[in-house]
């Protein structure tokens, strides 16, 4: 990798007709960057971007990136056993990185496999080479200390704040208060389909017949009626 080579480009989009491709150019010089979250914005605006560059034998290739916090979760990803350039290009784009950083940090196996291209196997080891490389202050927010914007935001959408709490325990915020919602949105409708599930499984459970066991089947034997004639009882079948 030659990460070095270039790390910024700034200039106007040319060209995004290509899934995970951008043209920017800089200067009258066509860039050709693969990114994972192409720029929503018209052609002819200018855009930059961070830059990791990877230097193979037969290309070097430009991956952007529209922060600096990106760039640096993909370049971790990468240095992955199991973790192709592809794969991390997918994290980036599957879920913001704090989410993504927050899971690996609580060693969150299942959501960290939702990513295209990871399985469970390689989730566990994600967690288990990237875990230590986090500084242990990098903006984990603890529930209890959870900016107030944001708990009140969740609190007049109908959440409570038991469920606040639990769900949110060990995310990650970002700075921006928007984001920051939007990342606690999602993380709250996770948590609120996971306890949904479990709830129809254990209804499931009830609704499903179930055999009766064979130590409850009594067999019973009945006598003659009491009206019946001494000879209708002495002749009474009891088999």
């Avoid at 995004?16 to 150019?25: E, F, L, S």
């Avoid at 989730?123 to 927010?141: H, N, P, Q, T």
């Amino acid at each position: 990798m030659g990460a070095g080579m270039i790390g910024f480009l700034r200039g106007r989009l040319v060209d995004a007709h290509r899934y995970g491709h951008v043209i920017i150019d800089v200067q009258g010089v066509g860039y050709d960057v693969t990114i994972a979250n192409p720029p929503a914005v018209p052609l002819g605006t200018e855009i930059q971007l961070y830059i990791h560059t990877s230097v193979r034998p037969d290309a070097i290739v430009l991956f952007g990136f529209h922060s600096a916090e990106e760039r640096a979760l993909f370049e971790l990803l990468i240095e992955t056993p199991g973790v192709g350039p592809s794969t991390a290009l997918g994290a980036v784009r599957s879920m913001p990185v704090a989410q993504l950083e927050a899971a690996i940090r609580s060693g969150d196996q299942k959501l960290i496999s939702t990513i295209p291209g990871i399985g469970l196997k390689t989730a566990d080891r994600v967690i288990l080479e990237l875990r230590g490389k986090f500084a242990s202050g990098d903006a984990v927010s603890d529930p209890t200390e959870m900016r107030e914007e944001i708990v009140s935001g969740l609190l007049a959408l109908g959440f409570a704040k038991k469920e606040i709490a639990k769900a949110l325990k060990g995310l990650a915020l970002p700075e921006d208060d928007a984001e920051a919602l939007k990342l606690a949105l999602s993380r709250m409708a996770s948590s609120l389909v996971a306890k949904k599930s479990m709830s129809m499984n254990w209804l499931s459970t009830l609704l499903i017949p179930q055999p009766m066991p064979q130590t409850a089947r009594v067999k019973v034997r009945y006598g003659p009626p009491i009206w019946a004639s001494s000879s209708v009882r002495a002749n009474w079948s009891t088999t």
